[in-house]
Antibody
Framework: QVQLQESGPGLVKPSQTLSLTCTASGVSISSDDNYWSWIRQHPGNGLEWIGY???????FYNPSLKSRLTISVHTSKNQFLLRLSSVTAADTAIYYC????????????????WGQGNLVTVSS | QSALTQPRSVSGSPGQSVTISCTGTSSDVGSYDSVSWYQHHPGRAPRVMLY???KRPSGVPDRFSGSKSGNTASLTISGLQAEDEANYYC??????????FGGGTKVTVL
């Protein structure tokens, strides 16, 4: 059973870099055909796809965040990481990590395992 | 990318059916049969209920069904149960390995 757990600071100052870690258990980060994803939810709003890193190392980002975003993996620790630079109050959200797997029929990924989320507040 | 449009809330009595709509554009919902739906009880991890518009992952009750017409996808919960009370989010593939989510719908069991 795949389990994902986010960790990181709950408070980040404006203009600084938000860094979160997702630790996976029950699955290897290096295993085939997995997309390691980040998704966020602004207070009172819907979900926003941030981006993901494919098991091969390729990254795919939300165009609106691409200039500030880095997603990477730490294979030996079975973790993947999110770094979002130059944050503002608009980046205050619950951040979820998730695994996406490809549908056998469409080959398009869907998010089949999620963490419980990590609230990050951007404030001085 | 603009968020997909969902009703803020829907409600129904136990045993009834409710349907949640998810409206996108010809660039996302209208172009791909790759809409997924997620159930979220606050404080818990979201759970995928449907993918590829209407496919159910193992363990999801067949009370949950999905369809799509044009730029709008729908999730129907038949035989509503108390445990179905949650927030539901749709998600569509939007091309170029990107995704867009909906604003979420709160389902209330009366």
């Amino acid at each position: 059973q795949v389990q994902l757990q986010e960790s990181g600071p709950g408070l980040v100052k404006p203009s600084q870099t938000l860094s979160l870690t997702c630790t996976a258990s029950g699955v290897s980060i290096s295993s085939d055909d997995n997309y390691w994803s980040w998704i966020r939810q602004h207070p009172g709003n819907g979900l926003e796809w941030i981006g993901y890193i494919y098991y091969s190392g390729s990254t795919f980002y939300n165009p609106s965040l691409k200039s500030r975003l880095t997603i990477s993996v730490h294979t030996s620790k079975n973790q993947f990481l999110l770094r979002l630079s130059s944050v503002t109050a608009a980046d205050t959200a619950i951040y979820y990590c998730a695994r996406a797997v490809e549908s056998r029929d469409s080959a398009v990924p869907y998010f089949d395992s999620w963490g419980q989320g990590n609230l990050v507040t951007v404030s001085s | 990318q603009s968020a997909l449009t969902q009703p803020r809330s829907v409600s129904g009595s136990p045993g009834q059916s409710v349907t949640i709509s998810c409206t996108g554009t010809s660039s996302d919902v209208g172009s791909y049969d790759s809409v997924s739906w997620y159930q979220h009880h606050p404080g818990r991890a979201p759970r995928v209920m449907l993918y590829d518009v209407s496919k159910r992952p193992s363990g999801v009750p067949d009370r949950f069904s999905g369809s799509k017409s044009g730029n709008t996808a729908s999730l129907t919960i038949s035989g509503l149960q108390a445990e179905d009370e949650a927030n539901y989010y749709c998600c569509s593939y939007a091309g170029s390995y990107t995704f867009v989510f909906g604003g979420g719908t709160k389902v209330t069991v009366l």
